[in-house]
């Protein structure tokens, strides 16, 4: 079992920047890609961004590259989204995800609570 809490979401405006943060816990959380993905209101939940375990290979949205930067830190079991050039297109619930995969998440083992970030224009 892995529990998944994210942090960091809020309010900023157009142009502006957030941090995500999403720490994992449970015995072979480090053993899991973790990732990131979205969901605005009345939108299906989104693929944003997610990195392997071991070798920190990262894939992105076509929508998020060269602004979001997805990290983890596997002795805090923590992952991180860095997310510059805000628009407000990337208002959502965003979602930490955690699966046992050596690529790309596709569908999650499990899923973070969410939190929300509002970029206003």
């Known amino acids: 079992q892995v529990q998944l809490v994210e942090s960091g979401g809020g309010l900023v405006q157009a142009g502006g920047s957030l941090r995500l943060s999403c720490a994992a816990s449970?015995?072979?959380?480090?053993?899991?890609?973790m990732g990131w993905f979205r969901q605005a209101p009345g939108k299906e939940r989104e693929f944003v961004a997610s990195?392997?375990?071991?070798?920190?290979?990262?894939y992105y949205a076509d929508s998020v590259k060269e602004r979001f930067t997805i990290s983890r830190d596997n002795t805090k079991n923590t992952v991180y989204l860095q997310m510059n050039s805000l628009k407000p297109e990337d208002t959502a619930v965003y979602y930490c995800?955690?699966?046992?995969?050596?690529?790309?998440?596709?569908?999650?083992?499990?899923w973070g609570q969410g939190t929300q970030v509002t970029v206003s224009s």
């Open positions: 990195i392997t375990w071991a070798t920190f290979t990262t």
């Open positions: 995800a955690a699966a046992r995969t050596s690529g790309q998440i596709m569908g999650a083992d499990y």
């Open positions: 449970g015995r072979t959380a480090r053993t899991y890609a």
